[in-house]
């Protein structure tokens, strides 16, 4: 059995990507499994660049295939914020409620609700090849919380199509639309 290491402490994401890689006769390991990593500074500029920088220096130091994402929310009527700062908007040591509540709050008087989820996920190997691809999933934000299932900003992103939160989604049903998946998928046929 072929070992893959999804670069990531989230239990969600090692969750989402273990539904998706299961079938493929992978043992699915992550940072969970490894102790003393080093820190990686995510320093790029956009999400591509951070997942590429995630996963070479992982498989650098492990020695083996690493996956990497790096994955947030750009809202039109913000700039594309947050952007690669999705997961620190509010500040470093602040969690989804807050960043949310901040979304909200900044969104707040916009008529653009816009919004598109991209996830730039890299495949890094020890010879040193790799490959990147994006996925994305587009919708609007809403200035409520609907839904339980997901996190991050999953509750406040609508899907006008389904009438739903992604937090309303179960994971069967988002593991086919999310923007993780999307990408995830393009990385399935290369693998």
């Not at 006769?25 to 940072?31: I, P």
């Not at 820190?39 to 992982?58: H, P, R, S, Y």
């Not at 947050?82 to 969104?107: F, T």
């Not at 991209?118 to 090849?129: L, R």
């Amino acid at each position: 059995m072929r070992e893959i290491v999804i670069a990531t402490k989230n239990k969600h994401k090692v969750l989402e990507f273990e539904n998706m890689l299961k079938k493929m006769d992978y043992k699915v390991l992550s940072l969970f499994d490894f102790d003393h990593l080093p820190d990686i500074e995510e320093t790029g500029k956009t999400f591509k660049e951070n997942a590429l920088i995630k996963a070479k220096t992982l498989s650098k130091y492990l020695n083996k295939t690493v996956i990497a994402d790096d994955s947030g929310l750009c809202v039109r009527a913000l700039n594309n914020e947050p952007g690669v700062y999705s997961a620190r908007y509010a500040g470093i040591d602040k969690d989804y409620h807050q960043n949310n509540q901040l979304l909200i709050k900044n969104i707040k008087d916009k008529t653009d609700r816009f919004a598109r989820f991209v996830s730039s996920i890299c495949v890094y190997y020890p010879s040193g090849d790799s490959i990147c691809v994006e996925g994305y999933l587009e919708g609007e934000i809403i200035d409520e919380y609907r839904g339980s299932n997901g996190f991050g900003y999953d509750p406040l992103f609508y899907l006008p199509s389904l009438n739903k939160t992604l937090a309303e989604l179960d994971m069967e049903e988002k593991n086919k639309l999310s923007h993780r998946a999307n990408a995830l998928k393009k990385i399935i046929k290369y693998l």
